[in-house]
């Protein structure tokens, strides 16, 4: 089993930033791929970011290209979203999840998730 929580989400004015981050237990972290999704209300979860095991490889959906960075620190167990120049339609719960090795874009590639952290942008 891999424990994921979620910190830094909160309230945010359009253009404004946040990084989120992710805390890992239980397995060995680099041994994972880990990604990022969101929820928004009335809406299925859906593809942020992901970043593979050795951070070799990143991957990003279109919405967020440019104003989101994603890395990982598989010494500290960590995974964090930068998230710069935020708009109203990025506010959702926000969701990390990991998968053995290879990213994946599909939310039902993962079996492992986090509790969310709520992010809200203000226009």
């Known amino acids: 089993q891999v424990q994921l929580v979620e910190s830094g989400g909160g309230l945010v004015q359009a253009g404004g930033s946040l990084r989120l981050s992710c805390a890992a237990s239980g397995r060995t972290f680099s041994d994972y791929a880990m990604g990022w999704f969101r929820q928004a209300p009335g809406k299925e979860r859906a593809f942020v970011s992901a970043?593979?095991?050795?951070?070799?490889?990143?991957y990003y959906a279109d919405s967020v290209k440019g104003r989101f960075t994603i890395s990982r620190d598989n010494a500290k167990n960590t995974m964090t979203l930068q998230m710069n120049s935020l708009k109203p339609e990025d506010t959702a719960v926000y969701y990390c999840?990991?998968?053995?090795?290879?990213?994946?874009?599909?939310?039902?590639?993962?079996?492992?998730w986090g509790q969310g952290t709520q992010v809200t942008v203000s226009s």
């Open positions: 999840a990991a998968r053995f090795r290879v990213a994946s874009t599909s939310v039902e590639a993962y079996p492992y």
């Open positions: 970043i593979n095991w050795n951070a070799g490889s990143t």
